[in-house]
């Protein structure tokens, strides 16, 4: 029996029911997605493909902490993959620092990783140029830095409620922008 005619939401409800095909066709369904948000943000394919199954691991787990009141199921699904991989860029930064310290210098980075990176960001880099200037820059604070947004508020110096806003209203242009470009 196939699942691509099922909803996100009935898949779900038999993930809860423990049926392991529901999490396949899920899986299926979003991992691409997943991975691809992942990888933009850690810039290691090893640990995008290992946050990718801790994404889905905790579905199978928890599926019922998944409220449809509060948004899709997709936008669940990424802002979770988006919380794990902002917080292992953090643990990074910690363990970066914490061996500078001991060493006493840095690592060099790779430069073919580092074109990696630029070729795979051309796309996000472009319809970024289109934002006006202040969601652009709370947008790349928030995915690119890592940041939340109260310490993107005490970096910019605006109010907790302004960078909420210009966030929020940065990813709809966003998701405007990359919908009228793939039709």
């Known amino acids: ?35 691809g948000l992942a990888r933009r943000i850690v810039r290691d394919e090893g640990q995008a493909e290992d946050l990718v199954q801790e994404v889905f691991l905790r579905v199978w787990n928890r599926p019922h902490v998944y409220d449809q009141g509060r948004g899709s199921f997709r936008a669940w699904l990424l802002s979770m993959a988006h919380h794990l991989a902002v917080d292992l860029v953090r643990r990074r930064r910690r363990e970066v620092s914490y061996r500078e310290k001991l060493t006493g210098s840095a690592e060099t980075p790779d430069p073919f990783e580092e074109a990696l990176t630029e070729v795979d960001g051309a796309n996000v880099r472009s319809l970024l140029g289109r934002l006006p200037p202040d969601q652009r820059r709370v947008v790349e604070l928030a995915y690119f830095e890592g940041l939340t947004h109260r310490e993107i508020a005490e970096r910019l110096g605006e109010p907790l409620g302004t960078v909420k806003t210009r966030l929020r209203l940065g990813i709809m242009k966003l998701r405007a922008l990359y919908e009228d470009g793939s039709r």
């Open 1 to 35: 029996m196939t699942d691509v005619g099922f909803s996100d939401e009935e898949l779900l409800r038999r993930v809860t029911g423990r049926d392991p095909a529901a999490l396949a066709s899920l899986y299926d369904r979003y991992a691409p997605l997943v991975y």
